[in-house]
């Protein structure tokens, strides 16, 4: 039979590769040693996946490859599309209220029709991706906030922009989850958390890049 030691390599190559669960592991050792794995045994077994973890920790890449890079700096671009869209009505409101002689309280139903949206978005289409696929959910979502934005700009009254903000909300909101998702599988784990810091600056960097354009 082989040593803890050897099961314990084994096991973690094999959950490096396939990322089984422990119980595939208690499985696997059974299978391997011919031994039963009994309540007992409890102690021995956080033992091992403690192995498994700090083996998959050791063996993980330190970086990104290109193809990574690529990913992350693509869904970073998509963040800040999102950013510059979330404060482009922000900053026209004011143009908004004095053009369309809009009361207030009018003006901030467009701010509650892109929340609506996104909420709607987030909890109904983003978990399509998983069955559809995240390409086309993510491209389709894209192509539906861009046109929005086209289509906002020519908007002839109150209505047609709240119906339009609630579009654009929806598309936020399936980008939001289907970002976060693509980003933390595509990354390595030890450059996963820096590639959701990153993924979370293009929001910031794109309010920032539509309030700096207002300004101008």
């Known amino acids: ?26 499985y696997e050792r059974t299978r391997i040693t011919g031994r039963q794995v009994i309540a007992a045994d409890a102690n021995e077994e956080s033992d091992v996946a403690a192995t498994v973890d700090r083996e998959r920790v050791l063996d993980a ?22 950013g ?68 906002s700009g020519i908007a002839q009254n109150i209505q047609q922009l709240f119906v339009l903000r609630t579009i654009t909300g929806v598309g936020l909101g399936t980008l939001v989850v289907c970002l976060n998702t693509t980003v933390a599988e595509y990354a390595s784990d030890k450059a996963r958390n820096m590639a ?7 929001f910031t960097f794109g309010m920032m890049l539509g309030s700096g354009i207002a300004a101008l």
């Open 61 to 82: 890449p330190t970086g990104l490859s290109v193809y990574q890079f690529l990913v992350v700096a693509l869904c970073c671009l998509i963040n800040i599309a999102d």
């Open 196 to 202: 959701l810091a990153i993924l979370h600056i293009g």
């Open 84 to 151: 510059f869209d979330v404060v482009s009505l922000a900053v026209s409101a004011p143009v908004l209220s004095k053009d369309w002689q809009l009361d207030p309280a009018i003006l901030g139903s467009m701010f509650s029709a892109s929340a609506v949206g996104l909420v709607v978005g987030a909890f109904v289409i983003g978990p399509m991706a998983d069955k559809v696929g995240r390409r086309p959910i993510m491209l389709g979502a894209l192509a539906t906030l861009a046109a929005m934005l086209l289509l």
């Open 1 to 26: 039979p082989l040593s803890d030691c050897q099961f314990a390599q084994i096991a973690a190559r094999r959950q490096a590769k396939n990322q089984i669960s422990l119980n595939d592991v208690r």
